[in-house]
């Protein structure tokens, strides 16, 4: 979009500017979208030819007179962080991320109390190191860290700082993650036949390791999510008990139609006479799964005691084995094209297979 020769264009970090020359110096305007910053550069293109005719009659009229600030245009006000927090949460993330990631960014803010009310003009590297350095929880340490990473970000973009405190702020000590677990075949295999053997209770286990959706999306699940002509399962809900008007999935990826595969398909053909908009676990409450796992661990105590999410790994892992490519697995699941998080569930492979593999290697036959 031109407005008088000057063209709003789009910048590397996804926000939209504009620059007009007067008077020796360059003034920017800046907007979220392209609209936004073509309304200021008119704005602004219209005060500089009003202050250029100004100046004209001054100097025909032998006055001097210093010429206007036409940088008022784009004055910004003076935020604290409180009220940065608040302006960029309301701009940049409501309506575009789901209600729990901005429960999150709430969560790891309220840990920047001390910092609430210092001016983003006077706060430094030192003061918010020393922010992170007080949280104990190393994970909160982390989500403080990449969250202070993106508002500042932001307001050095907006031109609300003249430097970044946050640009070179150390990222926390890496916390030592958990081993990505999964069942073996044998494993799945048994507890498989323990979710069949009671469908009322284990039911919606049963569907995240044979599917390998995550906890949200298999609550989400609709009879109009079936399509058992093709054999197909639509995921394109998520459902949080804290937040359930926000059904948006993980990201755009996870919106995806996967194979429904044969166990799953005879489970699910029970609800075909329902209401196909209602969700099928509408009556599973907020702890009911974790309940239900336990107590199948307590009646198992050889079963290793897997989380729901693990479910997904475990189907991640079978897909491994049986040597589906990954592109496929990464489409099944949800995950980007060339995710990370696919390849770290990859590298879980039961320890017997991977000697198969170590003698392999070696030259030896294996059985």
Request: glycine share 4%; net charge positive; hydrophobic share 35%.
């Amino acid at each position: 979009m031109t407005y008088k020769n000057k063209t709003v264009q789009r910048h590397q970090r996804g926000n939209w500017y504009a620059r007009v020359r007067f008077n020796g110096k360059v003034i920017s305007v800046y907007g979220k979208t392209q609209a936004e910053t073509y309304a200021k550069l008119k704005v602004l293109c219209d005060k500089v030819e009003s202050e250029k005719l100004a100046l004209s009659l001054q100097k025909l009229s032998g006055q001097i007179i210093a010429p206007a600030p036409i940088a008022e245009v784009k004055t910004a006000k003076t935020y604290t962080l409180q009220e940065w927090y608040n302006e960029w949460i309301g701009s940049y993330k409501v309506g575009n991320v789901r209600a729990v990631t901005i429960d999150g960014f709430h969560k790891h803010f309220r840990k920047l109390k001390s910092l609430y009310a210092v001016k983003i003009t006077d706060i430094t590297n030192l003061m918010l190191s020393k922010a992170i350095n007080e949280v104990t929880a190393n994970r909160t340490k982390d989500g403080v860290h990449n969250l202070l990473k993106q508002l500042f970000a932001v307001a050095f973009n907006n031109r609300l700082i003249e430097s970044n405190p946050a640009l070179t702020l150390p990222r926390p000590k890496q916390f030592a993650k958990n081993k990505k677990r999964a069942f073996t075949v044998e494993q799945e295999a048994r507890f498989v036949q323990i979710c069949l053997s009671d469908l009322e209770r284990y039911e919606p286990l049963l569907i995240c390791c044979l599917q390998g959706l995550r906890k949200g999306e298999m609550l989400a699940l609709r009879p109009n999510d079936f399509d058992f002509a093709n054999s197909t399962l639509r995921i394109d809900e998520s459902y949080d008990h804290r937040f359930p008007d926000d059904l948006l999935t993980k990201n755009a990826t996870s919106n995806r139609v996967m194979p429904m595969f044969d166990t799953v398909k005879q489970v699910l053909l029970k609800y075909q006479a329902l209401e196909p908009t209602m969700r099928i676990y509408e009556s599973i409450g907020r702890t009911s799964l974790f309940k239900r796992l336990e107590r199948i661990y307590k009646q198992n105590p050889d079963l290793p005691q897997l989380t729901v999410h693990e479910l997904r790994h475990t189907f991640i892992s079978r897909c491994h084995e049986n040597g589906i490519d990954e592109m496929i697995v990464q489409k099944w699941v949800g995950h980007a094209i060339g995710s990370r998080m696919t390849k770290a569930v990859y590298t879980h492979i039961a320890d017997d297979q991977e000697r198969k593999y170590i003698d392999s290697m070696n030259g030896k036959k294996t059985a």
